[in-house]
């Protein structure tokens, strides 16, 4: 009932149901303007008494009038009707009509408002001239003031209800962008506690992998009673440490509040350290770097850098490799990596799809950048691959190439070849280049 009262617009929705303070003193002005008119007109005590209580009713119906503008609207119309029918002593129409027509057009219901009361202003001036009252007097003065009166209170109520509408919107508008930053912050906080766990995740591999299989080394040297290999070994984790702690400084940097310089991070300059570490580490590690790598973007290369880190650390953790080569390649358009191993590659089934740490954290990075990786194991015929474009991993592997003389072609690019004769695990990734267009 009360939705399809709205549908039609008598019912002022969303308003609330109870008669404000207003409401209540537009009410007894109106009862008290429509009573001063009945003493003011005079007339006998029995139709003054029945013309107060027509005041009382006009009074009434503004208690009402938010919830239900359009018929109180309507009520009032036909109280005055009803009042000018008796005979009543005359009270013009403002004063019963003025209150609830501002309170109709408060409500939005503006349009309504005019039409009721032009049509009665068209009642009363037709009834007026047809009792034989002076045109001149009453088109030139009561029409004109009246009509003025009543579509000034209606465009009264409807300014009320568009600043209230305005400043609601603007407090919604206030809100919603309350939320929005709200909301990217929180954004902006995941992300980079996402890009911190990321850099302590491969500093902290790569460097435990590191001490761990030094530490073993200089363990079996000193069963050996070789000092001079046991001193390379601890000299190779003090190395591996000093890195780290350099590495950790800078990552952690973004956590304090001071302001002191920061360390840059590092970037494909610093793959020779990375790879005599490796070296140090007893893993022969092969490393070829062609284009000009020193004009990449600074992301890109620290990206690049963090993905040949990784890998390195996988081979070193799992491989039980001979040794691994590493190929970096910066062209006009894009960065292409190659890392691959000799040793037992990924057991049958193994996901390849990033959910370890180390894998995930590649694909993450890869992601970000636009960038495709592929990882997957190298047969002794075949290389399948798990390929990840922009965080998606296709479903199932795909035979990327066949080995001819120890040689892998990888993939529609005929210069991305790797070493695999006797199988392995491979990582290829390409980099998009900032402005190249892809």
Known sequence: MAAAAARHGLYAAGVRCRPTR????????TCCLVAAAVITGG?????????????????????????????????????????????????????PTAAVLYTA????????????????????????????????????????????????????????????SLRAEMARQAAAAVEDRRRETARQVEAERLRIAREVHDTLGHTISVVTLQSAVAQEALADNAPDRARTALAAISS?????????????????????????????????????GVRRSGLPVGLTVTGRVDTLPAVVATTAYRIVQEALTNTLRHAHAGRVDVTVRATGSRLSLDIVDDGRGAPPGAPLDGEGHG?????????????TLEAGTVEAGTVEAGTVEAGTVEAGTVEAGTVEAGTVEAGSDAADTVKAGTGGFRVHVHLPLAGSGE
């Open 22 to 29: 207003t409401d209540a003193l537009l009410g007894a002005a």
């Open 43 to 95: 007339g006998p005590p029995g139709q003054a008494a029945l013309a107060y209580a027509f005041a009382a009713g006009f009074g009434g119906l503004l208690l009402c009038a938010r919830r239900w503008p359009v018929p109180a609207l309507l009520a009032t119309a036909a109280g005055i009707v009803g009042y000018y029918t008796l005979d009543l002593p005359a009270m013009g129409l403002a004063a």
């Open 105 to 164: 057009a408060e409500c939005g219901r503006a349009v309504p408002a005019a039409l009721i009361g032009g049509g009665l202003l068209a009642v009363s001036v037709g009834t007026r001239l047809a009792e034989g009252d002076d045109v001149s007097v009453v088109v030139g003065v009561s029409l004109g003031s009246e009509a003025a009166l009543m579509l000034a209170v209606i465009a009264l109520g409807d300014a009320v209800r568009s600043r209230r």
């Open 240 to 276: 591996a440490g000093g890195s780290a702690m350099g590495e950790l400084r800078a990552t952690l940097h973004t956590l304090r509040r001071d302001g002191g310089a920061r360390e840059p991070a590092p970037g494909l300059d610093q793959l020779p350290a990375l790879v005599d």
């Open 359 to 371: 894998l995930r954290g590649m694909f993450e990075r890869v992601r970000l950048l636009g960038g």
